[in-house]
């Protein structure tokens, strides 16, 4: 029976071969039989030819049939013997040449063609099958020691092809995709320019223009593009959704996300179209939008890793921390030692609070990377270093300064880049354990080792000035000079450095100068925050205030301006609700930072809601158990609660501290204010013990 109806198959393709054969006009891909030389050959060439026909065709049909690769054996054996016929033939030489493609004989498809060249450099046929064959090349991986010379035989080919035939819309998109490998852009935008003038708005020939002009950051020119495309109601989702990349380009948001939406509904199942529209969503700060979308996105695809760990980072902003924790363990099976997760996962814990947690999770992935034999490769080196970043900084953030200048040190010998890094790391770290001798010391070394570093010396000269060396620094600072753009950093520097030593008139000065020289917003911002510090440390209390306005109203989630903000009304005891307010929003953000905390707690203090005062200094303390002023609030805040004990052994701590602070930061009227106050409370201590010892017992 198999027998049976195979011959049937063989009979029924056989008609059908000789009816195309000698029906159809010629056109691309129409298999013609030439004329023989001679008619006592004709028959037999046409029979051959025909033969072959029919084996390529079974040969295209049988997929996952044992007999496919003999079909290829026969259809070419057939092909060659009516070559052999007809050796003048190009279109039997085409055939065989495709069937020689097909069956992967691509050498002997390449001679063919090339033979059939050389009798006619014009046929289109040979050219298209050697254009296809070095595409197909080009993407095989053993090629890719010769993919340069393939390359540039590929581009030959379709050269030739657009010349011969400048109509063909699809040899031109592959020409400028062979030129874009060729890093030709100009070439590559010429053949589409070209192309839509034969054929006026072909999609495509569009969409590869406007995605070349996106690539040359030509976002306005591809935007004017796309919007002539999309202006219609059967726009394609691929253009609606490169005018959106257009308009991000462009920082226009809104158009950005309109765009993507309307991909989106245009095409659901596309799920980067969504990807694009949920991080635009997210850069927007629309984040249960954002959210949404990649629900959808973990829905459509549950193995997705990069889309649960966009959902933690916006669970982590949006404060659902067990949301965060759960989708970052989901990206975290999905793609085990991703550096990006693990990095995620440690800052979910952070936001809670959960710092050993955070540096458990950091340690355990520096612990696994080095663990990788003895040998560091680059990825490995770099991924090290931004794990041993994050990981003092941590241990900086809970006061372990041994721990985080051990883990600079390491992070110091993995190579020069990293060892520029973790120096200035271990500078911040001795000087924020106090230890400014050996920050100098390190300093000093950095300055012989990268003599030409700005970064260096602006350092050098913060920690000179804490070392009470005003007039080294600004000497330092002054040789830094030159006139041009980078003069702003200096005059920052200088300014903190002025501020620092309450040389205030010195201080805005040089402030003054920084912001002559910062045009765009986000420089504006950071000298109107050093001038607003600058008047209220100068207690110019209504100067501060305009400025810490001008900085909220250019970011109004600019934490450290409205905790400061919120202090300075707090601790001058005026419109203490609002300074509460403002330091809730700061802790909106940060709601483990020591001062923070400290400031609302102080506020809470002048309100004389001391329960809540208590809380939040305790909480301070905890975070920062060194900062004197956070040690004196609480222990103002137990007297006042009528703790004296207690309040004591907290200004005694505060007093400690600041004979540990460096030389500029000691403020001797603060020292000699908690020497009052605990001198008093002593005193009336002691008198209460005394009068308590000398009553008459009954």
């Known amino acids: 029976m198999r027998l049976i109806r195979r011959g049937v198959l063989l ?20 298999v013609v039989l030439p004329a023989a030389p001679q008619e006592s050959e004709r028959g037999d060439a046409y029979y051959h030819f025909t033969m072959g026909s029919m084996y390529e065709q079974l040969y295209e049909q049988a997929y996952d049939s044992p007999d496919r690769s003999s079909y290829a054996r026969q259809a070419i054996d057939h092909y060659r013997k009516a070559y052999v016929l007809d050796p003048n033939s190009d279109v039997i030489g085409e055939r065989l040449a495709e069937m020689y493609a097909k069956s992967y004989r691509v050498r002997d498809a390449v001679l063919e063609a090339q033979e059939i060249l050389k009798r006619d450099r014009n046929s289109l046929a040979a050219r298209r099958l050697l254009g296809r064959i070095y595409v197909r090349t080009l993407g095989e991986t053993d090629a890719q020691r010769k993919q340069p010379e393939t390359l540039g035989l590929a581009v030959e080919q379709y050269q030739e092809i657009v010349r011969l035939a400048p109509e063909d819309a699809e040899a031109s998109l592959w020409l400028a995709r062979l030129y874009g490998l060729q890093n030709r852009p100009a070439d590559a ?61 462009l920082n226009d948001s809104e158009q950005a996300e309109s765009a993507y939406r309307r991909a989106t509904e245009l095409d659901p199942s596309e799920h ?4 694009r529209l949920a991080r635009t969503l997210g850069e927007q ?23 649960y760990l966009r959902l933690a980072q916006l669970y982590r902003q949006a404060g659902q921390f067990d949301e965060a924790e759960q989708s970052v363990v989901q990206a975290r099976q999905l793609a085990p030692g991703s550096l990006e997760v693990i990095y ?41 270093g931004i794990l041993y970043n994050q990981l003092g900084r941590l241990y900086r953030e809970v006061e372990n300064f041994s721990a985080a200048i051990a883990t600079y040190e390491e992070m110091r010998a993995l190579g020069p880049e990293e060892a520029s890094q973790a120096r200035a790391m271990l500078i911040e770290s001795y000087r924020a354990d106090r230890q400014l001798d050996r920050a100098l010391a390190e300093s000093e070394r950095a300055m012989a080792d990268e003599p030409g570093s700005r970064g260096v010396k602006l350092a050098h000269a913060m920690l000179l000035a804490e070392r009470g060396k005003t007039d080294d620094a600004a000497a330092l600072l002054r040789g830094l000079l030159n006139g041009g753009p980078d003069d702003r950093d200096v005059h ?23 912001e002559a020289l910062s045009p765009q917003p986000a420089g504006k911002e950071v000298v109107w925050f050093l001038l607003a510090a600058i008047y209220e440390r100068w207690h110019k209390y209504d100067q501060a205030e305009e400025y810490f306005k001008k900085v909220l109203e250019l970011n109004a989630q600019n934490s450290g301006a409205l905790n400061y903000y919120g202090y300075m009304l707090a601790e001058r005891g005026i419109r203490l609700d609002e300074a509460v ?9 940060e709601p483990y930072n020591g001062a923070y905390l400290d400031s609302l707690g102080w506020a809470y203090y002048k309100l004389g809601r ?31 609660m009528g703790r004296h004990e207690e309040a004591n052994q907290q200004w005694e701590r505060a007093l400690a501290e600041w004979r540990r602070s460096a030389p500029v930061e000691f403020d001797a009227e603060k020292v000699a204010s908690i020497e009052r106050k605990l001198r008093d409370s002593k005193s009336r201590l002691a008198q209460q013990k005394a009068a308590s010892e000398s009553k008459p017992e009954k």
Do not use: C, W
């Not at 520097?493 to 040089?510: G, H, W």
């Open 492 to 514: 920052l520097t200088m300014a903190q450095v002025f501020e620092r030593v309450r040389r205030y008139a010195d201080a805005e000065s040089a402030a003054r100068r920084a």
């Open 189 to 249: 935008e010429k053949v589409l320019r070209n192309l839509l003038e034969v054929h006026p708005g072909h999609r495509l020939g569009v969409q590869h223009l406007a995605q070349l002009l996106l690539d040359g950051q030509r976002a306005r020119e591809a935007a004017d593009l796309l919007e002539k495309e999309t202006d219609s109601e059967d726009a394609s989702a691929h253009a609606v959704a490169l005018l959106g990349e257009a308009y991000s380009q």
């Open 610 to 640: 001391l329960d809540e005062a208590e809380e939040y200094l305790r909480r301070a303390a905890d975070r920062s158990s060194h900062d004197p002023t956070i040690r004196e609030h609480l222990g103002d805040t137990l007297s006042k």
């Open 285 to 307: 700060g629309k984040t249960s939008e954002a959210i949404e979308q990649y629900r959808k996105l973990v829905e459509m695809n549950p193995r997705d890793a990069d889309s």
């Open 272 to 275: 980067t179209y969504r990807q």
């Open 581 to 589: 307010a403002f330091v809730k929003r700061a802790l909106e953000q």
């Open 344 to 384: 995620n996962e440690a800052l979910i814990y952070e936001s809670q609070g959960r710092f050993d947690d955070a540096i458990r999770v950091l340690s355990g992935a520096v612990t696994n990377l080095r663990g990788r034999g003895s040998a560091v490769s680059e990825s490995r080196r770099r991924s090290l």
């Open 11 to 30: 009979l029924g393709v056989l008609i059908l071969a000789a009816a195309a054969v000698g029906a159809q006009a010629p056109a691309k891909e129409t």
